[in-house]
């Protein structure tokens, strides 16, 4: 049986991406069942959603397997995610809110920052001491 929410607070709205949208129109057209108010990816009977845990064994798994890829699951999936979306830029409160998260929780736990972004961190701050001491001089 799917999972309910642990709150209330985790019953939201996530936004997916129009390419992601498209696919999942298509997918509706040759589902099993394609009524506007059926589960896109139902459980066997077809009465309930198919339970994340049981996709993931099914589905995502064996394919994961075949492509010989290790160690994903997904929290590693919202991790990445996470530090995505706060590579590109994306606001810390709009990937929580989109991660279902607090902001401490989706800063803390779930975004990792690339060297890359340490680098360039520590250049720029590098860059501001050496600005400081030629005019201090």
Known sequence: MPHTPKTHH???TAAI????RDDLESWRTIAPNTARTDWLIPAEHG???IA???YWRRHV???LDR???KGVTFQVLRRTCASTLNSLGADGKLV???LGHTLEVSQNVYTKTGIARQQEAVNRLAQALTATAHRAS
């Open 47 to 49: 009465r309930t959603l």
């Open 10 to 12: 985790r019953v939201r």
């Open 17 to 20: 991406s129009t390419t992601i």
């Open 67 to 69: 492509l010989n890829i």
């Open 96 to 98: 929580a809110d989109q």
């Open 52 to 54: 994340h845990g049981n």
């Open 61 to 63: 798994k064996p394919t």
